[in-house]
């Protein structure tokens, strides 16, 4: 009964310093989550619109059902998906981030099958010249912003520099292995989402593409074979301050952190990204249900452990058999700032990052 207490009034002490209730800090943790969910169509009654009120920042969309490939998860036409994503909108004066994984090639869940354009994946994009990726991307914004969609998972900055990389390089997710020609392609790509009003989202930090193994499926070391180089595309936006977000890979090098991937890594998130190369935008993790990250730690060590790395939102998209709920995201969050284990200022900032993202 005395632990409680004193659990209680550290609680109180916590918000009050800060002027913030239990509820007000719950609805900051909601917003540092971006979530995926089960639905071609919502109301009062689904769980997300329920979240989307709770203070949930975002939503993933995806095509297919994972684990029932015969089942549309989100996506069945343009007038479908543009409906839906206006029911979410209007659930709160909140912005709500709605976004997508829409590189072209073989990562596009809008394609021809809903009534969408083709996108040809960045490699071939690369070979056919800047006036047809121009073309191919203002194509891809007018219908992504048609749709309501305001966030893209793209562009992959990632270069080529493992010809056997099997999650970048052989799928054509990368522009080329020269840093100049992925800067000059994926600048066309997010100038033309910037156009429209959609974010982007610069993938995977620091560097997916000399990797040989895929973390959807489990532990990545690039430790032997990244390359500083790698940088270059990120260290281009930020000095250019055309980076709205980055997302971090689930990617381990021991030269950068002896303990942690990229995702969780406050060497990497931190200390390279911030301090080193001048990041000041939002930063958004990979999701946290692929194996290299499951496998090797819990859902809490995980939450905890990101946003004390400078992480400020998470994503689960919930492609799993067993969705993760928002309100058990937030439970660890809250809990950690009562506990001391995250600090308020950690959550007081993602806050702020976000809404300057917004305004």
Do not use: C
Not at 18 to 38: I, P, Q, T, Y
Not at 82 to 99: F, M, P, V
Not at 275 to 294: C, H, N, P, R, Y
């Amino acid at each position: 009964m005395r632990v409680v207490v004193i659990a209680l009034l550290f609680s109180v002490l916590v918000f009050s310093n800060d002027n913030l209730s239990k509820k007000e800090l719950e609805r900051m943790a909601a917003k540092m989550v971006v979530l995926g969910f089960h639905g071609t169509k919502i109301d009062e009654n689904s769980q997300i619109y329920k979240d989307v009120k709770a203070g949930l920042g975002g939503v993933i969309l995806f095509d297919k059902d994972p684990n029932d490939k015969t089942k549309e998860k989100n996506i069945v036409s343009k007038e479908q998906l543009k409906e839906l994503n206006i029911s979410l909108q209007n659930i709160s004066s909140q912005k709500l981030l709605i976004g997508i994984d829409q590189e072209g090639g073989a990562v596009q869940r809008l394609n021809e099958k809903y009534g969408f354009s083709n996108t040809l994946r960045a490699s071939e994009i690369s070979k056919n010249g800047e006036e047809f990726a121009k073309n191919s991307y203002k194509t891809m914004a007018n219908e992504l912003n048609s749709v309501g969609i305001n966030l893209n998972f793209a562009p992959s900055v990632d270069l080529a520099i493992n010809e056997k990389n099997r999650v970048i390089v052989t799928r054509g997710r990368s522009y080329s292995k020269d840093s100049d020609e992925v800067i000059k392609y994926s600048s066309i790509f997010v100038e033309e989402l910037k156009n429209k009003g959609i974010f982007a989202s610069l993938k995977h930090f620091p560097g997916h593409g000399s990797s040989l193994a895929d973390s959807h499926h489990g532990f990545v070391d690039i430790t032997k074979t990244w390359s500083k180089k790698e940088l270059e595309p990120y260290r281009y936006f930020i000095d250019n301050d055309i980076v709205d977000i980055i997302m971090t890979a689930h990617v381990f090098n021991s030269n950068l952190d002896e303990y942690y991937p990229a995702t969780l890594s406050y060497n990497i998130n931190t200390t390279l990204l911030r301090e080193e190369l001048g990041f000041k935008g939002v930063l958004i993790t990979d999701d946290l249900q692929m194996s290299a990250i499951t496998k090797h730690y819990s859902t809490k060590e995980t939450i905890i452990t990101a946003i004390n790395s400078g992480v400020n939102l998470l994503l689960f998209a919930n492609q799993l058999a067993k969705p993760i709920k928002l309100q058990e995201i937030v439970d660890v969050v809250v809990n950690a700032v009562e506990t001391g284990d995250i600090s308020i200022e950690k959550i007081i900032d993602s806050n702020k990052k976000i809404d300057n993202l917004l305004k």
